[in-house]
């Protein structure tokens, strides 16, 4: 039979307990809660920090956007997609992370292939990545023809050893995230644009899970230094879907003139940019909201049991390592038992043997619903 792999590697990965399957979540999400096949969870695998989806002002801006734009922008940017709607959206991204040019996407995913692409060209340029980056920073760094290296986990030491004996190539590019999905622990921020300067290298971050929580307003890794390029998401805590980078005037022209993965695209729904607008304006405004997870995260933490491996992290997001995937997955059933939904992250999107629960404190939770995600997991796992 054609394409015999697909039934070997579907059987190798139930084998080793990391086969995955779509669940359909049945309504809209509200307060923290979701329903699957009609029972209802308390929610901590959702990317929604600062609870604003389904938000009333934002899903007022998005009919409004529907009535003045559409819904589809029914064509690429380059040709009669770029709607009004879109560069509004470029200028208050702009002005709020104080940077000259924004471009805009359908995905993180796409904008991270785009950059990659784009700066490694040739390969006299050269990548240096930290090793949890994200899968598509990966993609994007080995899919060019760049000179790509790794180096340990926020090790700034092993970094500027790597930049040091980078040779006199001018195309150096440092890529991190600026909080890690899987960890939840924040990079170096300020240290790698300190190092990234003094090698004329430029700094890259995938902010996707920075941006809206990290900062006095909601601004992200640009909060703590000067980013030369970012990358983020706006289908997280922005809640609502697509990515932008920021940029220079001339990586900007660039982009737009021979990134095939910006110039072959629909762009973004200008309904969804007008609604993304106003997220960003709430985001700026309502800073009780990232005091909420501060507060959350902080109480979770005091109520775990010591034998309970939290990793320490300042984000919504706290990785609970397990390791064995099966006993991983098992510790996930026994949750949802208790009404508790907490998907369990295992190979390859992390290590082997790291396998955990990936818990995200959002706004939209409160002290009981904390409490009780605790006590659940005490009696799960201690």
């Given at each position: 039979?054609a394409?015999?792999?697909?039934r070997t590697?579907?059987?190798?990965?139930k084998?080793?307990?990391?086969?995955r399957?779509?669940?359909?979540?049945?309504?809209?999400?509200q307060?923290?809660?979701i329903?699957?096949?009609?029972?209802?969870?308390?929610?901590?695998s959702?990317?929604?920090?600062?609870?604003?989806n389904n938000?009333?002002?934002?899903n007022?801006?998005?009919?409004?956007g529907?009535?003045k734009?559409?819904?589809?922008?029914?064509?690429?940017?380059?040709?009669?997609?770029y709607?009004y709607?879109?560069q509004?959206?470029?200028?208050?991204?702009?002005?709020?992370l104080?940077?000259p040019?924004?471009?805009?996407?359908?995905?993180?995913?796409?904008?991270?292939?785009?950059?990659f692409?784009?700066?490694?060209?040739?390969?006299?340029?050269?990548?240096?990545?930290?090793?949890l980056?994200?899968?598509?920073?990966?993609d994007?760094a080995?899919q060019s023809?760049?000179?790509?290296?790794?180096?340990?986990?926020?090790?700034?030491?092993?970094?500027t050893?790597?930049?040091?004996?980078?040779?006199?190539s001018?195309?150096?590019l440092?890529?991190s995230?600026?909080?890690?999905?899987?960890?939840?622990?924040?990079?170096?921020?300020?240290?790698?644009?300190?190092?990234?300067?003094?090698h004329?290298?430029?700094?890259?971050?995938?902010?996707?899970?920075?941006i809206?929580?990290?900062?006095?307003?909601?601004?992200?890794?640009?909060?703590?230094?000067?980013?030369?390029i970012?990358?983020?998401t706006?289908?997280?805590?922005?809640?609502?879907?697509?990515?932008?980078?920021?940029?220079?005037d001339?990586?900007h022209?660039y982009?737009?003139?021979f990134?095939?993965?910006?110039?072959?695209?629909?762009?973004?729904?200008?309904?969804?940019?007008w609604a993304?607008?106003k997220?960003?304006?709430?985001i700026?405004?309502?800073?009780?909201?990232r005091?909420?997870?501060t507060?959350?995260?902080?109480?979770?933490?005091?109520?775990?049991?010591?034998?309970?491996?939290?990793v320490?992290?300042?984000?919504?997001?706290?990785?609970?390592?397990?390791?064995d995937?099966?006993?991983?997955?098992?510790?996930?059933e026994?949750?949802?038992?208790?009404?508790v939904w907490?998907?369990?992250?295992?190979p390859?999107t992390?290590?082997?043997?790291?396998?955990?629960?990936?818990?995200?404190?959002?706004?939209?939770h409160?002290?009981?619903?904390?409490?009780?995600?605790a006590e659940?997991i005490?009696?799960?796992?201690?």
């Open positions: 039979m394409f015999d792999f697909i590697d579907l059987d190798e990965q084998s080793k307990s990391r086969y399957q779509l669940v359909c979540n049945h309504v809209v999400e307060d923290g809660y329903k699957v096949n009609g029972k209802t969870y308390l929610n901590f959702s990317n929604d920090y600062l609870g604003l938000h009333l002002a934002i007022k801006a998005l009919q409004e529907a009535d734009f559409g819904v589809c922008s029914s064509s690429s940017s380059l040709v009669t997609g709607h709607a879109h509004a959206l470029e200028e208050d991204i702009c002005q709020w104080d940077k040019k924004c471009l805009l996407f359908s995905s993180g995913y796409s904008a991270n292939l785009a950059l692409h784009a700066l490694g060209k040739s390969d006299n340029s050269q990548f240096f990545l930290d090793k980056s994200h899968a598509s920073m990966i994007g080995y023809k760049a000179k790509v290296k790794r180096f340990n986990h926020n090790n700034i030491e092993q970094l050893k790597l930049l040091t004996n980078s040779g006199t001018a195309n150096k440092v890529a995230e600026g909080v890690f999905s899987m960890d939840g622990c924040q990079a170096k921020v300020s240290d790698l644009a300190t190092l990234a300067k003094s004329q290298a430029w700094l890259y971050l995938d902010d996707a899970h920075s809206g929580v990290i900062g006095d307003k909601g601004q992200g890794s640009n909060w703590l230094a000067d980013i030369d970012t990358m983020a706006l289908g997280k805590a922005v809640a609502t879907s697509g990515a932008f980078l920021t940029c220079n001339e990586l022209d982009l737009v003139n990134s095939r993965h910006y110039i072959y695209s629909t762009a973004m729904s200008p309904a969804m940019a993304s607008r997220s960003i304006e709430l700026q405004k309502e800073q009780w909201r005091d909420k997870i507060e959350l995260s902080a109480l979770f933490s005091d109520l775990l049991a010591p034998q309970v491996e939290l320490t992290t300042q984000s919504s997001i706290h990785a609970i390592i397990i390791g995937e099966e006993k991983t997955i098992r510790v996930s026994q949750l949802k038992k208790q009404g907490l998907t369990p992250i295992r390859p992390v290590a082997a043997n790291t396998s955990r629960l990936r818990v995200t404190i959002c706004s939209n409160n002290t009981k619903d904390i409490k009780y995600l659940c005490n009696k799960a796992i201690a």
